[in-house]
T-cell receptor, first 111, second 116 residues
Framework: SQKIEQNSEALNIQEGKTATLTCNYT??????LQWYRQDPGRGPVFLLL?????KEKRKERLKVTFDTTLKQSLFHITASQPADSATYLC??????????FGRGTSLIVHP | DADVTQTPRNRITKTGKRIMLECSQT?????MYWYRQDPGLGLRLIYY???????NKGEISDGYSVSRQAQAKFSLSLESAIPNQTALYFC???????????????FGEGSRLTVL
């Protein structure tokens, strides 16, 4: 069965540093991969999409990479701020365009 | 007003009771989804609907049913609630055009259900 793995331990970093979150998947060949942000008690909010034929995508301070050989996506936030503290969800999707969500990784940015 | 509205936001009920969670959207999207979120398990798809006449089971549909009353409304029912259905439930929407571009799902604020 499809499996999506995100680091279950919270990532703690200092303000101004680059945060890097990892998403690995198995038994899956997604056409694209999305990243969402979720704040406590709120619904997830879409951040970025990267397609299988794209290596890297950028949006402001966010950068996503997608390595279909390693079956891995990396999500980077540069110049992190305390307001970036949240849980980040990885969501690959196949031809049906219905994302399957990982458990998420909690990011805590300390001032 | 929120684009995707879920009611109720919080509900406590007892085992065996019938519960309905409602979702309405003003985004004009054709696709609607129900997800369940449990601590440590992430979001899991219960049911999805690509249009009013289309209903599909997701990963964990047992114990649940849905109704797509209109393009803007998608309800989730628990016919006989049990404690392990205690969870945070999210409704989401997308539309085909957006899907083709970003596949973005728009989520509601969630309905927290507790079954005693």
């Amino acid at each position: 069965s499809q499996k999506i793995e995100q680091n279950s331990e919270a990532l703690n970093i200092q303000e101004g540093k680059t945060a890097t979150l990892t998403c690995n998947y198995t038994n899956y060949s997604p056409a694209y991969l999305q990243w969402y942000r979720q704040d406590p008690g709120r619904g997830p909010v879409f951040l970025l999409l990267i397609r299988e034929n794209e290596k890297e995508k950028r949006k402001e301070r966010l950068k996503v990479t997608f390595d279909t050989t390693l079956k891995q996506s990396l999500f980077h936030i540069t110049a992190s701020q305390p307001a970036d503290s949240a849980t980040y969800l990885c969501a690959p999707a196949g031809g049906s365009y219905i994302p399957t969500f990982g458990r998420g990784t909690s990011l805590i940015v300390h001032p | 007003d929120a684009d995707v509205t879920q009611t109720p936001r919080n509900r406590i009920t007892k085992t065996g009771k019938r519960i309905m969670l409602e979702c309405s959207q003003t985004k004009g999207h054709d696709r609607m989804y129900w997800y369940r979120q449990d601590p440590g398990l992430g979001l899991r798809l219960i049911y999805y609907s690509f249009d009013v006449k289309d209903i599909n089971k997701g990963e964990i549909s047992d114990g649940y049913s849905v109704s797509r009353q209109a393009q803007a409304k998608f309800s989730l029912s628990l016919e006989s609630a049990i404690p392990n259905q205690t969870a945070l439930y999210f409704c989401a929407t997308s539309d085909f055009q957006t899907t083709r571009n970003t596949g973005e799902l728009f989520f509601g604020e969630g309905s927290r259900l507790t079954v005693l």
